[in-house]
């Protein structure tokens, strides 16, 4: 008997191996440490009081009207205070939008935890029900702002948002509404039982479903939008629809398969502990391994960063993009090196809280740390070789420098210059603080948003005179003129002129759209909510004037472009009609007709964003031109497009055929044999340890044509025989150039960032200030500049002719003038940019009350013209170059300077005007380089007629040239001197 449950227990066990190996066996991994999305912890929603203490307080009123405008009794009526956060003020952590605005897919997973746990929804702090009359009444209160909703039955929620005591409230509840649809997987198939929750972006209220079996759901009881839409289930990344619209319309929610990432890491070909990162677009995880596998779960299929660190040890960073439902890869950790870095400002003292950003050579996050005020970043272990360090503090400019990181201790400053701020507040009509409130900075045209407290802060080029404009189409808009730096600038909203647009299609009010007034493409107002079921968007706060008016939806064709006049104190009610667009589908096959998911399709005449196929291939642009014809064009990674595609909206489904590439295999190679880690190939970007390959390549007939590039080798461009596998792709090293970086007394200088604009890579001096710096391809010249703090140095190379160079770093110029503009009017608050020739990035200033202006700048050649950074048709740059300690400027027609008019036979398109000062000989085969490099010159690009008056002019000699500018003219430029002043024009062109 004692045998046979022996012999039983055995049994037991043995089915019970077989099972946990099957098990094992079935994930793919053995021994794996797995990790599922961390989620990110949630704030906290604190209660604030709404009511005084005693008979105290103010009292708020209002009515509570159905669609038609009747009163409604016995509807509830609940407030709280604007200052108790919701889910709708809750910001991305990333990137500071508004969670439910963020497009970064990972953001999804936050937004899921709220409402999985019903964080964040209205809640109320006080309750009151209307009367008779529809009326209702709040009293006792504390507080300057309020939220105020109203539900009621057979009727949808209705919200006002910082509603002021004293200030008449109107809810109108909108009819209950439903959101319908279906929730589907990538192949089309039905998931049942999937989580769908919808969140109004006006009332943040909870709804939530579940699908039926043939994937269908409804979210009843619907008020006002348009809503947040997400649905979640087993298996899947979560899917969002960020603005639906309650009504008619099917929503179809495509859930994707969640990827896993297996990685293994070793050490010499064998198991090793370390802990492994995945960083990539808002996705920071990382798990720790002691040999075994880590398996990381419920990632989206996008690209992503990997790597592996263990004491003293390094993986070279790894980009994946995660195409399958399980991608595997290897990491061997390298000895490897830590770096530190120390943040600075330009007097050598601490940054306050400083962020530094680690990235690879190609611009790749590997990671993110925040330093504490005077503490080394600590970065690593890293593997040997080229990265960039990017580091940024509130109150001061971003700055990147190259690091390479060695075996050991690698030290690094990084050195922050101070920006010059504006900082202030934007306040309501009533004195408030208004939150997230757009500022728009002229005449640099940048845009801030306020806090949630209405604070802003806005960093401008130089110290001189701006323009502030913040406008809410709720709240209204306001302007302010501030001499920066500045601090404590109150910028208050005010009624001024408004616009009420109701959007309608085919006789029903349309939630969801978005309208946009805007003068000459310039002082352009966008609403800052969508229109909610009434259909009416708001835009208050207009300054008087002449505007053209367009409204929008997803679902709908843009309307039309209309002429609207808006008066100061006034409300202009317009209707605006969108028309339905018609849906352009089809299916992506291949030529054995197997559908093809990841093609993307955009249709020509663009008209609408691009689409992706599905899994079936399918595809669908949901709102075109009824009736037009377009052009599909297709692109994939691994396919070619065969043949041309066309289709008509409203239309049969249109069948796009590609042909699948063949898959070739190979290693990328230096000349010592030595392998490539990373290069691209055509569109491919490889990472590969040992230089191997095996990608999908486009053939012609039988031979294979594509492009190899790599940073520090020369491009390689191969054409032969279309054999799977090509072989070893040898790579030759681009030239270098070295040199020394010395100080003006010969010292050398260690530590100045050495590139040039059209390099790969930038490096860094050594401690004899010598440095290596790989040339850039297939340029004749170019020019090579080293720069530390306020130090800098630029020289211009021949490619092939040398090979060494001297960079001896001179101080910053001080320079400083006025801007005049005709008349000899000072230029207050104009912008000036200055492009050198030695460095593509322009530097803007802008000028003060007085027309002046004080900036420091690299010596060097410079262009300088007002409001552009390049010479349009007719304008006229300053050519100046600038040197010394200090220089002093001027611009334009400055008092006591003149003019000269010049009589052109026939302006000519590609032709350029110039006057350089003094009697210079220009020889026949003068170039534009040449002329853009004289000490003071004025030029005019593409003189638009036929006489030309050149400004601001000092009495002397000048000369005039008259040639083409990108090219030589034919038999040498037309050149002449003059005197100014001139008696009478001078002509050129004969």
């Known amino acids: 008997m004692r045998n046979w449950i022996l012999i039983g227990v055995l049994s037991a066990l043995v089915v019970a191996g077989a099972a946990w190996l099957w098990s094992r066996s079935d994930t793919g991994t053995q021994d794996a440490v797995s990790s599922g999305p961390v989620a990110k912890p949630l704030p906290e929603f604190s209660a604030v009081d709404v009511t005084s203490e005693g008979q105290e307080g103010l009292a708020l009123t209002g009515r509570v009207l159905d669609a038609s405008g009747k009163p409604v009794a016995g509807a509830e009526v609940s407030l709280s205070s604007s200052a108790e956060r919701t889910l709708v003020d809750v910001r991305c952590e990333d990137c500071d939008q508004a969670l439910l605005s963020c497009t970064a897919r990972e953001s999804a997973l936050h937004t899921l935890a709220f409402l999985e746990q019903q964080r964040g929804f209205l809640s109320a702090r006080a309750t009151v029900m209307t009367d008779a009359q529809g009326r209702f009444r709040f009293e006792h209160l504390a507080g300057v702002s309020f939220s105020v909703w109203a539900r009621a039955p057979g009727m949808g929620v209705a919200l006002r948002d910082r509603a002021a005591p004293g200030e008449p409230v109107d809810l109108y509840l909108p009819p209950l509404r439903s959101i319908r649809g279906q929730v589907v997987d990538d192949a089309g198939r039905a998931v049942p039982g999937a989580r769908v929750y919808a969140v109004s972006r006006r009332v943040p209220l909870p709804f939530q479903a579940e699908s039926t079996g043939s994937g269908a759901f409804a979210l ?13 289930a087993e298996g899947y990344v979560p899917v969002v629809e960020p603005r639906v619209e309650a009504g008619p319309q099917q929503v179809r929610l495509q859930l994707t398969p969640a990827r896993a990432l297996e990685v293994q890491v070793t050490r010499n070909g064998k198991p090793a502990a370390a802990t492994v990162r995945v960083r990539a677009d808002h996705l920071a995880r990382e798990l720790r391994t002691e040999g075994e596998v880590v398996r990381f779960t419920g990632l989206y299929p996008d690209e992503l960063m990997v790597t592996a660190e263990a004491p003293g040890l390094g993986s070279v960073p790894r980009t994946l993009t995660l195409s399958e439902r399980v991608t595997q890869v290897t990491l061997e950790l390298e000895d490897a090196g830590k770096l530190f870095v120390s943040v600075l400002d330009e007097a050598g003292q601490p940054v306050p809280n400083p962020e530094v950003t680690l990235l690879t050579s190609r611009g790749e996050l590997v990671r993110r740390e925040r330093g504490a005020t005077g503490a080394l970043v600590e970065l690593g272990p890293l593997a040997v070789g080229d990265y960039l360090v990017e580091g940024k503090a509130e109150g001061f400019l971003e700055a990147q420098v190259p690091a390479r990181v060695a075996k050991g201790e690698t030290s690094l400053e990084l050195e922050l210059t101070r920006a010059t701020l504006i900082t202030g507040r ?44 913040a406008h809410h189409s709720e709240w209204g808009g306001g302007e302010v003129k501030v001499t920066a730096p500045a601090s404590g600038v109150e910028l208050p909203l005010e009624g001024h002129a408004a616009v009420e647009v109701t959007v309608s299609s085919e006789g029903r009010r349309v939630e969801g759209a978005d309208a946009v007034l805007w003068v000459d493409q310039e002082g352009i107002f966008r609403s800052d909510r969508s ?4 259909g009416v968007v708001p835009m208050r706060g207009l300054p008087a004037g002449t505007y053209t008016l367009m409204a929008s939806h997803p679902d709908y064709l843009a309307s039309d472009p209309r002429k609207v006049t808006v008066v100061d104190g006034q409300t202009l009610e317009l209707e605006v009609e969108l028309k339905p667009g018609a849906p352009l589908t089809g299916d992506v096959v291949d030529t054995q007709g197997t559908p093809v998911t990841g093609a993307a399709l955009s249709v020509v005449p663009r008209s609408a964003e691009p689409v992706v196929s599905d899994a079936r291939g399918h595809f669908e642009f949901r709102s075109l031109r009824p009736d037009r014809g377009y ?10 497009q065969v043949a041309r595609a066309e289709g008509k909206a409203g239309g049969p489904p249109v069948k796009v055929v590609l042909k699948k590439r063949d898959l070739f295999r190979g290693r990328v190679v230096g000349t010592d044999g030595a392998p490539v880690r990373n290069f691209r190939m055509d569109e491919h970007v490889v990472d590969s340890p ?7 390549l486009s053939t012609m007939g039988d031979r294979v044509i594509f492009a190899v590039d790599a940073s520090g080798y020369e491009p390689l461009t191969v054409d032969r ?25 010969g010292a050398p200088v260690a530590d100045a960032v050495v590139s040039c604009e059209i390099c790969d890579e930038s490096v860094m001096s050594g401690p004899d200030g010598r440095f290596t710096l790989v040339a850039p391809p297939y340029v004749a010249e170019y020019a090579v500049s080293a720069r530390k703090g306020r130090l800098s140095a630029t020289e211009t190379l021949t490619r092939g002719a040398q090979t060494s160079v001297e960079l001896t770093l001179k101080q910053a110029t001080r320079l400083s003038g006025r801007v005049f503009l005709s008349g000899g009017v000072p230029a207050a608050g104009v912008e000036v940019q200055a492009m050198s020739g030695d460095r593509s990035s322009p530097v803007h200033i802008v000028t003060g009350p007085d027309g002046g202006y004080s900036v420091e700048v690299s010596p060097g050649n410079y262009r300088f013209l007002l409001n552009t950074g390049r010479e349009a048709n007719g304008e006229q740059a300053l050519i100046a170059q600038v040197e010394g300690s200090e220089m002093r ?12 008019s010049i009589q052109l036979k026939t302006p000519e398109r590609g032709k350029a005007l110039w006057l350089v000062a003094g009697e210079v000989a220009v020889a026949a085969s003068a170039s534009a380089q040449e002329l853009l490099r004289s000490r003071w010159a004025q030029l005019v690009y593409q003189p638009t007629s036929e006489q030309v008056v050149v400004t601001g002019l000092r009495p002397g000699r000048y000369t005039l040239v008259w040639g083409a500018f990108h090219v030589q003219t034919p038999g040498g430029p037309e050149v002449r001197v003059v005197d100014v002043p001139s008696r009478g024009d001078v002509t050129l062109g004969q």
């Open 889 to 900: 400027l001027d611009l334009g027609p400055a008092p006591g300077t003149a003019s000269l």
């Open 220 to 232: 009843e009881g619907l008020g006002e939008g348009p809503f947040y839409v997400l649905a979640a």
């Open 631 to 640: 052009r599909l064009e297709v692109r994939h990674s691994g396919y070619d």
């Open 721 to 745: 025989p279309a054999s799977p596998d090509l072989g070893d792709l040898t790579l030759e090293r681009l030239p270098t150039v070295t040199g020394r970086v010395r100080d003006m007394n």
């Open 426 to 469: 934007v306040m309501d009509e009533y004195g408030r603080p208004a939150p997230r409130v757009s500022v728009l900075v002229q005449p640099t045209g940048d845009t801030v948003l306020a806090d949630g407290d209405g604070r802003f802060v806005a960093r401008v080029p130089t110290p001189g005179l701006y323009e502030l404009h």
């Open 531 to 534: 229109s909610g079921p009434d």
């Open 690 to 696: 040992d230089g191997r390959f095996e990608l999908p």
